[in-house]
């Protein structure tokens, strides 16, 4: 079963789905409008790039801080919360239990990224992580 799939079958969840590295391809699951699923995809991929810059700034400071490579990211709002695993992002509601229940089958079926969650995207599109610039 898709993790999208599975995550809609999780109370609490609104939408679930996957977005591509360049933040143009994203498929979904739930209660979105095209638009609003586009939008949330340039979102999740801008705040990727964000908050893996930040982890690399944050352990260039401390060497052995357990932040890289990034694993994902959580914002939560009032009401919502969105949360990204790998190029894997998820809307849910706010309620008791939700989230544990999200990040268990999110780290469950997309596991610990090794490599870097930007590397790991990129190659997924076809790109040459090994590729020098000259």
């Not at 898709?2 to 933040?23: C, D, F, N, S, W």
């Not at 930040?54 to 400071?61: C, G, K, L, W």
């Not at 990034?70 to 992002?89: D, E, K, T, Y």
Request: with cysteine.
């Amino acid at each position: 079963m898709h993790i999208a799939k599975q995550l809609m079958a999780i109370p609490g969840v609104i939408a679930a789905g996957e977005y591509a590295y360049r933040g143009d391809r994203y498929t979904y699951e739930g209660n979105l409008t095209d638009e609003f699923a586009r939008m949330a995809a340039i979102l999740c991929r801008a705040n990727t790039l964000n908050t893996s810059m930040q982890a690399e700034i944050f352990s260039s400071f401390s060497e052995h801080c357990g932040c890289r490579p990034l694993q994902g990211w959580i914002v939560r709002g009032r009401q919502v919360s969105v949360c990204a695993v790998g190029n894997f992002f998820c809307l849910l509601e706010n309620r008791q239990g939700v989230m544990n229940d999200v990040m268990t089958v999110m780290r469950a079926k997309v596991g610990d990224i090794h490599d870097g969650v930007m590397k790991a995207m990129y190659s997924k599109i076809g790109g040459d992580t090994t590729e020098q610039l000259v």
